[in-house]
């Protein structure tokens, strides 16, 4: 709505996203220089919502923001005691020894926590330091000045199913600044449209992605183990897709579930979500879940593309930080630390260009940081690791994968060179006519749940009468293409049931389910058509995770 007059407000610093990038972005900015004026915008109902991670922390990113995190209060007390690894088969497992893995590859002294307790807490901070913080705002659009990203459009709400202004319109405001920071997360909206638009991509692979889904648990205390950490590979994924599972114990008789399936896979009949609930009937998961009850459950994607997908980071006015960019070290199954390194770094580069008087420039300084730096030096030596996955199987990622990393671990260079990715996971999925449909067992209602009833527990909420937020470009494509194609994959893809084939008097019609959203982004990656877009509902709706 080009026409539409707004307030505008003008800020140093305008930061996009509350999650650990953006906010160690606004404290930093703020331990420079208490004098900078910093404004950061969430889309969720508040910080923490839309945070969903294992998560493991690695603490080497909060130890340098805020080194005596400890004194602080931070909600990271649970470290790492046991750190298992198993290959699984249908109906039992082997473990893999700790002793053959990469230093790199250990747990211990890192922390099981929930990113989103975490996120609240670095909130505080923030706000300490005067950080003004709007949760509930989505940033739905960027300004530009000529070449220029001079700012956002946050907080629009009130508009009508077609779009047009309702009877409780709100414009929102546009927030400009001397530098943007975007740090949405995995596949965020704008950083796709910065990234199209200055071709941010080109000489860069593919970026890759999985889909993780995670549920919390209250288990029988006698099977609390706090500080134990699993990880499985193999049962029940197989050839079909590549991916594994993870397994926290938490304080309070809590344990977190997860299961990860590379976006890559070829199948279109793979229903990654069913492929997690038939998970948990493994016995070593099963015997531990017994008795339990699940009480939250959510899923996002993830970047995996590593070291060869980021792509360039900086435009005039604005960079791109965290899982924007995609900086998660796979192997490792981490990224949190990374995010808040590139938040610190991108930070200092912003302060200083503005301590001498400059403004909406490319700030080529944190670009060099960021792989010359911390967040180079841990994604370089594991960059192998996903392709030669990808390409090879399971079985020689953790040999000849295993075999590049230690090398690199050792002496700082990669036998193997840099594997390319190819493929984006879209032009990955192959025809229908190729597979067969794959059997899952219908959930049992202790272990295992339908998506709908799972998504309840996601506490997700959009208000119905707004335009739909996942745009198609071609309302025909769903039915006349992806369906005689590909057997339409959106039907198992998505882990939250927005999408549905319904048959009807006229022939099927696909139906698009936008509440049940939980912001995964699954379908923007994996549409084989491409003809699907993520963008921002109004500010404060989706998923309202508690302590994911």
């Known amino acids: 709505m080009s026409d539409t007059i707004r307030e505008s407000m003008e800020y140093d610093v305008v930061i996009v996203g509350g999650g650990p990038a953006g906010l160690s972005a606004a404290i930093r900015l703020k331990q420079i220089n208490p004098e900078l004026s910093v404004v950061l915008m969430e889309k969720g109902s508040e910080i923490g919502a839309h945070i969903l991670s294992g998560a493991v922390l690695d603490t080497s990113g909060l130890d340098k923001l805020i080194p005596d995190w400890k004194d602080k209060g931070a909600p990271v007390t649970t470290e790492v005691t046991h750190d298992n690894f198993y290959i699984l088969g249908e109906a039992g497992q082997v473990r893999v020894p700790n002793w053959p893995m990469p230093p790199l ?33 989505a940033c739905s659009a960027l300004v530009y000045d000529g070449d220029r990203v001079a700012g956002v459009i946050a907080g629009e709400m009130g508009l009508n199913a077609d779009g047009t202004p309702g009877p409780n319109y709100e ?17 965020g909206s704008l950083a796709k449209e910065l ?8 000489g860069h692979e593919p970026q890759k992605f999985g889909i993780g889904m995670k549920e919390i648990w209250e288990i029988d205390p006698a099977k ?29 008789n809590q344990v977190v579930v997860g299961f990860v399936v590379h976006l890559n896979y070829a199948n279109p009949y793979v229903y990654p979500y069913m492929e997690f609930q038939r998970f948990k009937h493994h016995p070593l998961v099963a015997e531990l879940l017994e008795g339990g009850k699940r009480v939250a459950y959510g899923a996002r994607a993830i970047s995996e593309g590593g070291w060869q997908s980021i792509p360039k980071l900086t435009v005039p006015g604005a960079m791109l930080l965290g899982c924007s960019a995609g900086m998660v070290n796979v192997p490792r199954i981490k990224g949190n630390h990374n995010a808040m390194l590139s938040g610190i770094a991108a930070a200092e580069a912003a302060a200083v260009a503005i301590a001498a008087g400059r403004e909406g420039d490319e700030l080529t300084g944190y670009e060099a940081e960021v792989r010359g730096g ?53 032009a990955a999925t192959g025809k229908a006519a190729d597979f067969k449909p794959i059997d899952y067992p219908k959930p049992d209602g202790k272990l295992s749940f339908d998506r709908l009833t799972n998504v309840s527990f996601s506490f997700t909420n959009h208000e119905e009468s707004q335009p739909c937020h996942l745009r198609l470009r071609d309302a025909s494509i769903p039915i006349s293409v992806n369906l005689p194609v590909y057997a339409e994959p959106a039907q198992r893809y998505c882990p939250a049931g927005v999408y549905e084939v319904l048959e009807g008097p006229d022939g099927p019609k696909f139906q698009i389910n936008f509440q049940n959203c939980v912001h995964c982004k699954t379908c923007d990656i994996k549409d084989p058509s491409q003809n699907i877009t993520w963008t921002t509902p109004q500010g404060g709706d989706g998923p309202n995770y508690p302590n994911m």
């Open 224 to 252: 609390s183990k706090p500080g134990t950490v699993t990880h499985t590979m193999g049962w029940p994924l197989g050839k079909n897709a590549g991916g594994g599972s993870f397994i926290y114990h938490l304080e309070g």
């Open 374 to 426: 911390a967040i180079g030096r841990d994604l370089k030596p594991v960059r192998n690791v996903k392709p030669i996955w990808s390409k090879l199987g399971l079985w020689s990622s953790l040999m000849l994968g295993g075999f590049d990393m230690w090398v690199a671990n050792v002496t700082g260079w990669n036998p193997l060179g840099t594997w390319k990715h190819g493929k984006s996971d879209a």
């Open 105 to 137: 590859m250990s747990n211990h002294g890192k922390y099981i926590v929930s990113m989103g307790n975490v996120c609240r807490w670095l909130a505080e901070q923030a706000e300490a330091l005067e950080v003004e913080i709007f949760p509930g705002m």
């Open 195 to 202: 990234i199209a638009k200055y071709d941010l991509s080109a």
């Open 171 to 187: 414009p929102g405001l546009e927030l400009r600044g001397k530098y943007v920071l975007i740090a949405e997360g995995v596949r």
